[in-house]
Structures are given as structure tokens and as C-alpha cells.
Antibody, heavy 117, light 107 residues
Framework: QVQLQESGPGLVKPSQTLSLTCTFS????????WSWIRQPAGKGLEWIGR???????NYNPSLKSRVTMSIDTSKSQFSLSLSSVTAADTAVYYC???????????WGQGTLVTVSS | EIVLTQSPDFQSVTPKEKVTITCRAS??????LHWYQQKPDQSPKVVIK???QSISGVPSRFSGSGSGTEFTLTIESLEAEDAAVYYC?????????FGGGTKVEIK
């Protein structure tokens, strides 16, 4: 069973770039993709984007100008970069897998990123 | 963008009662609708995929129905461990979107 774990700085200054990595273990995605999803405290879920094992990406138009995703299958990792962050980007960031079926399963445990000076 | 509207926002239910949550899509999405359960301080967990397909390991009291623009998640005979926020999610078209969530509280 695939397991996911997010990692990265918990505090980012305004206008800087948020960078997170998701490490997967216990298997691989044969046909599917990896997504980043975020959740501000006490609010709902927002899909940020996804990356296929091939490297093909799709981003949410609301964030597209600031988002870059990459994947390194040799390290079993995929990454998220979000530039020019503001306080509105403060949230718990989750990585999730979609393997052969589009539902998100499993999810990582999530990592809180706070944007503050 | 497909907007998913969940109702109600909040539901307070006694144990063994039946819970019904609705998710309406702003345009037809076929059966590309999935349901998640999120307990406090936990990541979401899928409980139903493709509107009505069960998930291994999820109790059989969870079921889903619907297609097109209207979908329902039903929890038969609610148990205390089912207290959570439930979200729907559509995978029909980009960007992928979620409903606003329904909080289920145990009375």
C-alpha cells in the first residue's frame, strides 16, 4: 500500500516561495497521478494541481501563475513550489495519490505552512 | 469550473439515526463523484468512489447514489466514530473541485 509523507519548511515569509516535497513509499503509481491539495484552518479543500509519472502537469487556474510541480521517480518524490506567497496561502498542504482511479487515496498526513514575517 | 454545493452545512444526529448528505454539481459530471470523511486533525479518507462504489475497509453503513448533477451520501445507523466533516469531489473536468463540506456531529 502506497504511503505518502509531506516535508518542508513550516514558515515562509511573504513574497517568498513555498517549497514542499512528498515522498512516497510502499509501491508505485502504475497509471495515475499525484496531487497537491490545501486546506486553510477551519475551511474546505482546494486542489492545487497534479503531476503524472510522465511529468505532465495540470494546475488549478486560480494558482497556475505561481505553481510549479515536479517529480523525481528515482527518489520516489514529487514537489510543489508556490511563488510570491501571502498570508492567504497559509494552510495545511496535503499530497495525495490517484492510482488507476481518480479518487484521492491515500493522502499524506499534511503539513502546516504558515506565511508570516 | 464545476461548482459542487453540499447540503446541509451541519447536521447534529443521534446514534443509530440515518444521515443523508447531498452534493449538487453545477453541470453534469456523470458518476465522477467521490466522497471523503475527515475527522479532526486527520487527513481526508475516501469512503465512496464513482458515486456509489464501495471502498475496501469502509463500513457497509456508508453508501452513495446519484448521477449527473445530484448525488447523495448515506450513513445508515450512525455511530459515534462517524463524527466528521464529509466532502464530495468531482473528477469529471479540470480543475478538480470539492464541495464545501458537511459537518456531522453526534448529539
Amino acid at each position: 500500500q502506497v504511503q505518502l509523507q509531506e516535508s518542508g519548511p513550516g514558515l515562509v515569509k511573504p513574497s517568498q516561495t513555498l517549497s514542499l516535497t512528498c515522498t512516497f513509499s510502499g509501491g508505485s503509481i502504475i497509471s495515475g497521478y499525484w496531487s497537491w491539495i490545501r486546506q486553510p484552518a477551519g475551511k474546505g479543500l482546494e486542489w492545487i494541481g497534479r503531476i503524472y509519472t510522465s511529468g505532465i502537469t495540470n494546475y488549478n487556474p486560480s494558482l497556475k501563475s505561481r505553481v510549479t510541480m515536479s517529480i523525481d521517480t528515482s527518489k520516489s518524490q514529487f514537489s510543489l513550489s508556490l511563488s510570491s506567497v501571502t498570508a492567504a496561502d497559509t494552510a495545511v498542504y496535503y499530497c495525495a495519490a490517484s492510482n488507476g482511479s481518480p479518487e484521492f487515496d491515500p493522502w499524506g498526513q499534511g503539513t502546516l505552512v504558515t506565511v508570516s514575517s | 469550473e464545476i461548482v459542487l454545493t453540499q447540503s446541509p452545512d451541519f447536521q447534529s444526529v443521534t446514534p443509530k439515526e440515518k444521515v443523508t448528505i447531498t452534493c449538487r454539481a453545477s453541470q453534469s459530471i456523470g458518476s465522477s463523484l467521490h466522497w471523503y470523511q475527515q475527522k479532526p486533525d486527520q487527513s481526508p479518507k475516501v469512503v465512496i468512489k464513482y458515486a456509489s462504489q464501495s471502498i475496501s475497509g469502509v463500513p457497509s453503513r456508508f453508501s452513495g447514489s446519484g448521477s449527473g448533477t445530484e448525488f447523495t451520501l448515506t450513513i445508515e445507523s450512525l455511530e459515534a466514530e462517524d463524527a466528521a466533516v464529509y466532502y464530495c469531489h468531482q473528477s469529471s473536468s479540470l480543475p478538480l473541485t470539492f464541495g464545501g463540506g458537511t459537518k456531522v456531529e453526534i448529539k
